[in-house]
């Protein structure tokens, strides 16, 4: 069917279909209520949520800190290998000298990008750890936010069996309505001011890919119980550091 | 492991497949728990909420307000998808569809496909259409992928395979291993895990549906709790997306609102493990993603629905909590409604979808206990369009027979003359009198059988016996002994 009476089929039903609305258009207009207010500290409920859905959070006061809590991460799985993130909080934890200490093979961008496309999808899926930073994160649900860029590849938080995630304080959000554009609900939002934070989304220029994770991969459909590590990490650790980033 | 061709094959024979189902022990087994975990998470997250109604509400406003402009939206989401480099084709039917994947894959000489769960390409019927041009299709939703290797439909909007138990499971994955697996949940899951890698890595496509589309940013949102689609959206070269156009929603800011409350009526999950949001391909310089994303946007009748009065089934966002909540379906699982929607919203879109008068008995396969609609996370009115759907059926032509036609004759006489009527009620208490006669004893409360051509009623339900005394009667009598001044 061309596009032409595909979309005049769609246009004719469309109106012939407002004779049946169930709603009032001025419904919309409406704002939301606003999320319960968040004078809760924020990176606490982040943790307390992390564990709840199953992952495993830990809050370090400064970078050093987090640095310790890495180290003891990298030291329980003894990966040979780790696909990471560049960004600037793994640099504020100082990961490649971990990594180096330790004789983990970094696997990033600078070592990919000049590789050739069969090498590069080889050394990504074999690597043992993923580590990244995050782009934002959401208190209420353990949320991390994950927007893909060159140097921020899906795959990281995606093939490997472990994946740890370090967030800093100041990119946690109250509610998932703060990662959003122009919502109309009427909650303030503690955490970041408004229309200029990296964390929100901006719709003329979204990530081509853009993830909410919400837990270690897991599955239910075995008889409704829960299963872990089907298709993505089954271990998932993050690392909340309240220490200002820069 | 049930023989039965009904778990294979769509059909229409509701009656004979429930009665089936019924007797099978290892599905009723396998459905008992459904109402005290997943719907009984759903109604815990839901009371956890706050304003959960309002953004129900807002929800249903959202869809409504999107279908009543759908041609417009349809017309920014292709030009946001194009912006991105992406390619938006129409489907007008299932055949079209198929054709438009099959050319796109042919023509990039792709010869595998990895798949996630959608039930848009099950309503199209994708697969046998993959196979029979030898292109190998792989679904990788461990749920899916068990009844891919079984043979089987769907049963379940959000969890296929939940008509077996891991024992069969097992023995449907031994097989395909080629060495006898354990009847372990885990066990099972991480040979799922090794096996489908391998498929990802070499796959030259990958097909997913859409929980949403976002118009004004040419978005397509993905939820899932496995993995399974980020996977299928990260490796292979080709993405392609196909999707029926009630799913669109016109801006970003409209998402978080079906996001708190798809999961939690799905799971009672806040929010599944992942939700992606994918625009276009892969970006210059990015190392992983496809390089080419396509989007076959699918109508294949719901157009037909959307100019019509049960226009509000097109607001469904497939999460399954009414199937969860129906009594019946806890019953009979999700292959007896024989079409590719299953539960009480299946009982409303396959006769809409696939014809009433071959459906007939889909809009009688509920008591009307309004479950449905107090779990649907966009409060679709189901009850009501199972009512209006039972009295279509009766303008279909030949679905009434002459003895029900004319006790329905019969009826509507009686009701519309009153000395008919009081006739007919005197009747029924002589029939009660009658009864605790041959009862010796009390006035029985129930009728185990009705006489003659009846008793096909009383097989598997008792009818209420009727009063000893008229209504009429005990009021006239309470009149005269009141001592009203």
Redesign the interface.
Known sequence: MNRGAFLARVREAAQAGRAFRVTQPEELAARLAAPAADSEDLPSRLAAEIDAVGGHARLAVEWNEARELLAELLDCYEPSSALCWQHPALDALGLHGLLTERNVRPINYDSLHALDAAEQRRQMLTAEIGISGVTAAVAESGTLALASSPGQERLASLAPPVHVAVVAAEQIVSDLFDLFPGVEHGGHRAAISPGDSPARLNPADLPSNWVLITGPSKTGDLELKLTTGVHGPGKWHVIIVRAPLA | MTSSSYARHEHHEFQAASAEALADANLQL?LA??GD??GQRNRAAFAAL??AD??R??A???K??A?????EH??TLESSVER?GGHVH????AA?ARQIVLDILRSRGAKRVVKSKSMTSEEIHLNAALAAEQIEAVE????EY?IQVAGHRPSHLV????HL??PQ?AEVLSGDAGEPLPAD??Q???Y??RR??AEF?RADAGITGANFLVA??G?VVLVS????I??T???PRIHIAIVG?EKVIP???D???F??VLARAA?G???????????????A?????PEEFHLV?L?NGR??I????L??SLFCIRCGACLNACPIFRNVGGHAYGGVYAGPIGAVLTPLYDGLAANEHLPHASSLCGACQAACPVKI?IPEMLIQLREQLHHEPGKLGFAEAAAYRLWSITMRHPTLYRIGTWLATRLSRFLVRSAKGDRPRWLRRLPGGLHGWTASRDFPAPAHQRFRDTWSENRIHSNHP
Not at chain 2, 140 to 143: C, I, Q, S
Not at chain 2, 159 to 162: G, L, S, T, V
Not at chain 2, 269 to 283: A, E, H, M, N
């Open positions: 396998a728990h459904l975990t997943l706050a304003g309002e953004l509400q807002r249903r406003a959202i409504d307000a279908l009543a402009n759908l041609d349809l017309k991105r129409y489907a007008g039917d079209d990788t939703d461990f749920g068990i969890a296929p395979a939940i138990r891991t499971v949940a885990e099972l899951a991480a799922a895990r489908l890698r890595a004004e940013t978005t709790n496995e993995g399974n980020r996977l959206t990260a490796l156009i801006r970003l800011a998402m978080p609102v996001l708190k799971t999950q806040k929010l599944s493990i992942y939700t992606s949001f994918v625009t276009g391909p892969r970006r310089s990015e190392l992983d993603g946007l109508d157009s037909r959307l100019a019509g009065p226009r509000e009115a």
